[in-house]
């Protein structure tokens, strides 16, 4: 069996564990609880006939109070970064966390996503920010961990990424 280590990167409240829990267990809370940490989950899927297991690392939130202990990503095979479209402060962290992650733990597979798609009035998302990304390559998704929208296909199509 194929196992593989994915972390969960982004700002404090972006919606990590939210998108983890709704992948894991198919379900939402609106009950805010931070991550103090890291939580570990597994899920066993099915990708073109494979079986693999994904082993998904929940950090807590990077904001200017704490800081990641990079030496949690020793090991990864990738990772979701991810934003808040209602906070476009987040964003930008994203594309710092990014750079950041690299120099740690070098060049492996990442999707960005960007959560609370179901938020749409309250959507704060720059589309030349977005455009620039997508022009260096990055994988850009639309997710809500609340109605479940994207978040299959965003550890989906990421498995798919590190398995080749």
Known sequence: MIQKKICMLGSFAVGKTSL??????SIFSD???T?????????VIQLDGKEITLVLWDLY??????????SYFRGASGYLLVADGTR??????????????????????????INKCDLVDD????PEL????????????RSSA???????????????????
Request: proline share 1%; aromatic share 10%; charged share 35%.
């Open 88 to 113: 476009r402060a987040t964003l930008e962290k994203a594309v710092a966390l990014e750079e950041r992650a690299r120099q740690e733990i070098g060049s492996v597979p990442f999707l960005f996503v």
């Open 146 to 164: 609340k109605t479940g929208e994207g978040v299959d296909e965003a550890f989906s199509q990421l498995a798919r990424k590190i398995v080749g």
């Open 61 to 70: 939130g990077n904001d200017d109070f704490q800081k990641i202990h990079w």
């Open 35 to 43: 991550t103090v940490g890291v939580k570990v989950d597994k899920k």
């Open 130 to 141: 977005e455009a620039r990304l997508v022009g260096k390559g990055w994988t850009i998704l």
């Open 20 to 25: 983890v829990r709704r992948f894991i267990e």
């Open 31 to 33: 009950t805010y609880q």
């Open 123 to 126: 959507w704060d998302v720059d």
